[in-house]
């Protein structure tokens, strides 16, 4: 993966939540912050 630097826009990636639906970094579009944590080992 390539390493993104400070005040680069993220590139558009869709994962699951907790549930199995399908969520978009796009879908948090004009938010001011967006946290993205990934727990190793949750299941």
């Known amino acids: ?10 590139p558009e990636f869709t994962s699951q939540d907790i ?3 399908a969520v ?3 879908n948090f579009a004009n938010k001011k912050n967006v946290l993205l944590v ?5 299941i």
């Open 38 to 42: 990934f727990n190793r080992g949750f």
């Open 1 to 10: 993966m390539a390493k993104v630097s400070i005040s680069t826009q993220a």
């Open 19 to 21: 549930h199995g639906n």
């Open 24 to 26: 978009s970094l796009s």
